[in-house]
């Protein structure tokens, strides 16, 4: 037996906030919607992998260390539009060898976006 990939991660919402839930992945993230036919979940695709959102009539907040990280390409562009879109980002966790900030989504969910930094940087 061998663990090759996560095939998906599911994290919760509070219900009714579809909306909004849908505009952050889709259009802000980029990540396409996959339309399933059965229940109310929102899927959508990040590469090979899923991220499940289930609307959750008594909704709690995840526990602030709780994320999920996505390793992404042009983490400046995205960076850029996040801040377009006026949300705010957490930049002050400094990881060697990568850029990365935080945000996170209208469900509270925390997010980490990272890209390797293949920029040398001295130290003076």
Do not use: C
């Amino acid at each position: 037996m061998a663990i090759h990939s996560i095939n998906h991660v599911q994290l919760a919402f509070p219900a009714g906030a579809e909306g909004q839930i849908r505009n952050f992945y889709s259009t802000l993230l980029g990540l396409p919607e996959l339309i399933h036919p059965v229940g109310n979940t929102l899927r959508f695709a990040a590469g090979a992998q899923r991220i499940e959102l289930v609307p959750t009539e008594r909704w709690q907040p995840a526990p602030a260390v709780s994320h999920l990280a996505f390793e992404v390409e042009n983490l400046p562009e995205l960076r850029g539009r996040l801040l377009q879109a006026e949300l705010p980002l957490v930049e002050n966790r400094a990881l060697p060898g990568y850029l990365r900030f935080y945000v996170k989504d209208p469900a509270g969910n925390q997010l980490e976006f990272l890209e390797p930094d293949n920029e040398p940087r001295y130290d003076a």
